[in-house]
């Protein structure tokens, strides 16, 4: 809040500052998520939102989503908001990730092993891609872009030539198998005793390891050298290269992190959901539109686009499903009326 | 971002044949007389089709070589026309389905196009660039999935089928020899359209615009007025492809407006060259042809491999594509070009 706004907002009613405000509104909104979330529910909401198991299973399912959707636009920000250049390969390098995936567990047995082999394969490809093909189309961000259009096609070609168009389930070990009982009262049976909701573990544990990888990466970013790098790369490439830093090797590590981020998403979205053809586009599209609302080269703002599109994709399956699209295009549109540069995007 | 620029004004003094130019006309009548020489499956699967598309693709020329925005979404438009067609004419899809005759329908269609092509555009023109590119792909695939997942509008995954060309004159305008006049008309049409809109003020604002958009606002020009009125000429483009689409495959589903033509409509654009409207044309036929006897070289299964290392070939190569890659064997050649060049 800079000492312009004061007057104008501390006048607004009774000293209230606009940051207060927002506060507020922010803690009703909490407040109502919480006693959705908790409280059981009385007889005229769930005539109104169908039934609350629906409804807090559509709130964890879009959680756990979003979390997909944040490991696989991480990577997609920070290569756009680093080198300008739209990555729409980007879908293709998830699925590759999950087929390696599916391919090293059903092979080895182990699963932690294809999660390893899907982010350490796919961080050496984009190391691959960014020395043989960007480097070579340096500061011509349209051919960069067009470059990974040709890839995108090629690759999704060659990967129906080898996995054909089936669908592949990759099996998560035992250990992450079972339901985890919330403590969420679904409902109250006649005789007293109440029901608690059960969620899949596995699920939960996505949910996690996103939290986490978001966590690691924005402590990567902001308490490292190389993230100091990676940001003042995002904000003036041209200022850090010719402050005497070796551009193209911080690049080649964006690439690498964000590559294998798409491959380790590739095995665990494959693991929590499955693998096919097809799957490349749709996570496109999410990286896509995560980025676009969240803003560009920004990974909190990935974290919260990703969180938005997540639950809104669930939640419009479960209460309009023929139309849940349009939501998440809805909200795509508002932010670029309101926030073109997205929510945590900086204005160029 | 590869720069078309419009040829300076004909002298008044020129003759018609100066003016138009004796590469359009040799390129003309050739067209017209195609027909004598070729068979039914080359003019419609080959020649029709290509047309089509390469009046898809010139609509993404307007918006990119004229207005700097690289539109992925030209397929969109196009499938809302062809949509239009066979929801407000008849289908034999139990759906909808209205039974409008074509006159009405068409004009509907097209309109329909432009007014939607013209929101894309105001919604991306809020971006520039690379953005524009990532919205329009953003909008593109949405479409795709809502087709898909909406059966009361769009019929889901099945589409619409039995939708006819028309019949009149005494003339079933699907037998190859009409439609192919029928793609021919529309397709000289539209390039004579943005050849002559890019001479006039409105082109020339446009370019204006791309070049410094700053720089025109300062001069007092609405620089978001311009580019979204470029959306709607283009999507009067697309629309009517859409149109000729529908009626030459007889059906629409969410797979003809998917990202994979997407994508077809942006490689024949940069393939044929950005520079000038006979680019998308010559990009059309390229990839029309290497579509269809792909399958003879590499196999039915891997034509894609094939086309998209062509794509990144030529944008190895050439930014300008094949447009790009004539301007610099044009002067080897030491002799005039075909078409008078920009």
Not at chain 1, 181 to 195: F, K, M, Q, Y
Not at chain 1, 196 to 224: D, E, H, S
Request: charged fraction near 10%; charge should be positive; aromatic fraction near 10%.
């Amino acid at each position: 809040m800079s000492i312009l706004d004061q007057p104008s907002s501390s006048s607004l009613s009774g000293g209230v500052t606009r940051r207060q405000a927002w506060g507020l509104v922010g803690l009703l909104a909490a407040a109502i998520v919480a006693w959705l979330v908790f409280a059981v529910w009385p007889q005229w909401l769930n005539a109104i939102l169908i039934s609350k198991k629906a409804f807090v299973s559509a709130i964890l399912n879009g959680l756990t989503l979003a979390g997909l959707y944040f490991l696989v636009a991480s990577g997609f920000t920070l290569i756009f908001g680093l080198m300008r250049n739209i990555n729409l390969a980007h879908g293709s390098l998830y699925l590759l990730g999950a087929y390696i995936g599916y391919e090293v567990t059903s092979r080895t047995g182990y699963w932690l092993l294809g999660v390893a082999a899907g982010f350490a394969v796919l961080a050496i490809i984009g190391v691959v891609m960014q020395v043989f093909v960007f480097r070579r189309l340096e500061g011509d961000d349209l051919r960069q872009t067009l470059v990974t259009i040709g890839i995108s096609i090629v690759a999704a070609d060659l990967m129906l030539a080898v996995w054909a168009g089936g669908t592949y389930q990759i099996a998560t070990p035992e250990w992450l198998d079972g339901a985890l009982t919330l403590p969420i009262i679904t409902a109250v049976r006649s005789n007293g005793a109440s029901v608690f909701l059960t969620y899949p573990l596995y699920r939960v544990v996505v949910l996690a390891a996103a939290i986490v990888i978001g966590v690691g990466l924005w402590l990567m970013l902001n308490k490292t050298r190389v993230g100091m790098m990676i940001r003042a790369g995002v904000d003036d490439r041209a200022m850090l290269s010719a402050s005497g830093v070796n551009v193209h090797a911080v690049f080649a590590i964006v690439f690498a992190v964000g590559a294998g981020l798409a491959g380790f998403a590739g095995v665990v979205g494959g693991s929590a959901l499955s693998v096919a053809p097809g799957e490349d586009v749709r996570y496109l599209l999410a990286s896509l539109v995560v980025v676009i609302v969240g803003g560009m080269g920004s990974i909190t703002g990935a974290a919260i686009g990703a969180l938005l599109i997540g639950l809104a994709e669930q939640i419009g399956l479960v209460y309009f499903p023929t139309y849940g699209v349009v939501l998440t295009f809805v909200i795509m549109v508002v932010t670029l009326a309101v926030r073109p540069q997205g929510i945590m995007g900086k204005a160029r | 971002m590869s720069l078309a620029t419009a040829a300076d004004g004909a002298a008044p003094q020129q003759n018609w044949l100066d003016k138009i130019g004796a590469g359009h006309v040799i390129l003309a009548v050739a067209l017209l007389l195609y027909p004598l020489v070729a068979s039914d499956f080359f003019l419609t699967q080959i020649a029709g089709y290509s047309m089509i598309f390469g009046v898809l693709s010139l609509s993404l020329m307007l918006l990119a070589g004229y207005g700097g925005m690289l539109s992925l979404a030209q397929i969109t438009v196009a499938g809302i026309a062809a949509y239009a067609v066979a929801i407000l004419g008849s289908n034999n899809s139990s759906v909808l389905g209205f039974g409008w005759p074509w006159w009405i329908v068409v004009p509907f269609a097209v309109a329909a196009a432009a007014v939607s092509s013209a929101l894309i555009g105001w919604i991306s023109v809020r971006t520039e660039g690379i953005y524009t590119l990532m919205i329009t792909l953003a909008i593109a695939t949405a479409t795709f999935y809502f087709a898909q997942q909406n059966y009361a509008i769009f019929n889901g995954h099945s589409g619409y089928a039995g939708i006819h060309a028309p019949v009149f004159w005494g003339i079933n305008w699907r037998d190859p020899k009409p439609f192919y006049y029928l793609c021919l008309g529309l397709a000289m049409l539209s390039y004579a359209a943005v050849l002559y809109g890019s001479r006039s003020t409105f082109g020339m604002t446009l370019q204006a615009i791309r070049d410094n958009p700053r720089r025109m606002r300062a001069l007092g020009y609405h620089v978001t007025a311009h580019k979204v009125f470029a959306w709607f000429l283009a999507g009067i483009l697309a629309g009517l492809a859409g149109v000729l689409l529908v009626w030459f495959n007889g059906r629409v589903s969410p797979g003809t407006i998917g990202v994979d033509v997407a994508i077809d409509i942006l490689i024949i654009a940069v393939i044929g060259g950005l520079r000038h409207p006979i680019g998308p044309f010559v990009g059309a036929i390229v990839v029309i042809l290497m579509q269809t006897f792909a399958i003879d070289i590499v196999g039915a299964e891997r034509f894609n491999t094939l086309i998209g290392l062509a794509f990144l070939v030529i944008v190895f190569v050439s930014p300008d594509g094949i447009l790009g890659l004539w301007g610099r064997i044009k002067p080897h050649l030491a002799q005039e070009s075909l078409r008078a060049g920009p």
